[in-house]
């Protein structure tokens, strides 16, 4: 069995994210629709989707999409991640960024 591999080229991704910029659903809502289209488009065997959103003033969310195929270990691993999930337990520590 042949097997495909899919990518987003980075210019493309940073324009398709940029897109949410000015966009009025919640946070969430955005992070589940980037998840959504990246499984339709590229058909990844796991992938999670994290955003951090650290308004000035405000307060920081993490919200956090996954989605995984049929097989029985990626889906065992998206479920273990999920239960795992704390806000920025698997994002990039904010010094690394700033």
């Not at 080229?9 to 940073?14: G, P």
């Not at 994210?17 to 499984?39: A, M, T």
């Not at 990626?74 to 273990?80: G, V, W």
């Amino acid at each position: 069995m042949e097997e495909c591999l899919n990518m987003v080229e980075s210019k493309s991704l940073k324009l398709y994210l940029f897109s949410f910029r000015n966009h009025g659903d919640f946070h969430e809502d955005c992070v589940q629709k980037i998840c959504n289209d990246l499984v339709k488009l590229m058909k990844p065997k796991f992938i999670e989707v994290i955003g951090e959103f650290t308004p000035r003033g405000g307060i920081a969310i993490y919200p956090y999409a996954s989605d995984s195929n049929s097989n029985k270990k990626f889906k065992e691993l998206r479920d273990k991640r999920m239960l795992e999930y704390a806000p920025g337990r698997y994002t990039m520590p904010l010094s690394r960024v700033y």
